[in-house]
């Protein structure tokens, strides 16, 4: 099995998508997984078009992308029709190669301003939105949706189809309610049903962890595209991985060096774009999810969430390889004794804290 699909006549090959996420996929860490092989299409942040329009700094770094990263989609959210068509325009002024409308954020800051999932619950809005924006840009226009606003008003087909028809090129769905959050699984039933009623290319989010499940939902659900998010946390050979097997190939394994090398690459990547007390947090919290299943895990990230400089950090990353390559047990050097647990990495809520609506 090998596919690949356009949106438009830009080429996502392999059909896998780096699935946006806030406080996560910045231009270090959509390089560094970008880098790895096997992601077809990379997405920006959720990037507020209130800051953007302002000339929020933040929002500003938040639209940069590497050119090794194309495809790169910049995914934008707000509510206000206006702002929304001049953020879409800046996306293209910057070079975006398509610009995606969050329909999906559950951050009340979010919501309370009509932008994110609230626009499943105001298709009016949507459809003014999308209008919009489609009348400025010439890059095709995507959306990103959730299965619905509450439990009981699952609308992700009308919401895909109504995008359809205001001339939205791709459409992602996560198929949890906003109600839901991230508890329970996603449905991806509704995957099914948006393909079978839309023309343009569709994609599925949500709990894909392994070669096998992503596999499985593309057969499931005749999706054109898988995206993933945490996973790729947890595992960024992951893409690699899932396109090796569809390729035939022998799936690629990352070896203890591989893993050393990344942390350290990512590192670096995160220091040469940020100061060193966000790039520590950031390095904390790819820590977190990586470590999960490694051989004495639970203490390497104990040791590193208690390190508080650079060297500290690198001090602990060969430690811990140091003495997991050399077969002895690793009793995490440097760490407090209390283990810390890899916390759920579960929203945009915390990200979209700093946001300013
Ligand atoms: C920390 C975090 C931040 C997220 N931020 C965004 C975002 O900015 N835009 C968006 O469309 N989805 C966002 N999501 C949703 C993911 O893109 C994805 O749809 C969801 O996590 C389910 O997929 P997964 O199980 O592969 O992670 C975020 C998810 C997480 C966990």
Avoid at 235 to 262: A, C, H, S, Y
Avoid at 267 to 274: I, K, S
Wanted: proline letters at 5%; a negative charge.
């Amino acid at each position: 099995m090998s596919r690949s699909f356009k949106i438009r006549d830009i080429e996502i090959n392999p059909p896998l998508i780096l699935s946006p996420m806030a406080g996560v996929t910045d231009v270090s860490f959509r390089r560094l997984i970008k880098g790895l092989g096997g992601v077809g299409l990379t997405v920006s942040e959720f990037i507020s078009v209130e800051g953007l329009t302002r000339s929020n700094p933040k929002s500003k770094r938040q639209m940069r992308f590497y050119p090794d990263e194309r495809p790169f989609a910049a995914q934008i959210f707000g509510g206000r029709p206006e702002r929304m068509r001049m953020a879409a325009e800046m996306a293209e002024e910057v070079g975006a190669d398509m610009l995606d409308v969050n329909c999906g954020c559950p951050a009340p800051k979010v919501v309370k301003h009509g932008g994110g999932s609230g626009l499943l619950k105001d298709h009016p809005r949507l459809e003014t939105i999308l209008r919009e924006i489609k009348k400025t840009i010439t890059i095709p226009l995507t959306v990103k949706i959730r299965a619905g606003f509450f439990d009981h008003t699952i609308n992700a087909v009308e919401t895909a189809k109504l995008a359809e028809d205001c001339g939205a090129e791709h459409i992602a769905l996560h198929g949890r309610t906003k109600e839901q959050g991230y508890r329970g699984l996603a449905n991806w039933d509704l995957v099914r049903q948006i393909k079978e009623v839309v023309k343009v290319p569709v994609s599925g989010s949500g709990d894909v962890t392994t070669i096998e499940g992503a596999l499985a939902r593309f057969a499931e659900t005749g999706c054109d595209g898988v995206l993933i998010g945490r996973g790729a946390m947890a595992n960024p050979w992951i893409f690699r991985q899932i396109e090796d097997t569809m390729q035939g190939r022998e799936v690629f394994q990352p070896t203890l060096e591989d893993k050393r090398q990344l942390l350290l690459e990512y590192f670096d990547l995160l220091r040469a774009d940020m100061p060193e007390a966000p790039a520590i947090n950031r390095m904390k919290q790819l820590a977190g999810q990586f470590t999960r299943g490694l051989q004495g895990g639970a203490l390497f990230r104990t040791a590193v969430y208690h390190s508080h400089s650079v060297d500290e950090i690198l001090g602990r990353i060969s430690e811990y390889f140091e003495a997991i390559e050399a077969g002895r047990p690793y009793f995490g050097e440097g760490a407090a004794t209390e283990i810390v647990e890899a916390p759920e990495l579960d929203s945009c809520e915390a990200a979209s804290v700093a946001v300013q609506t």
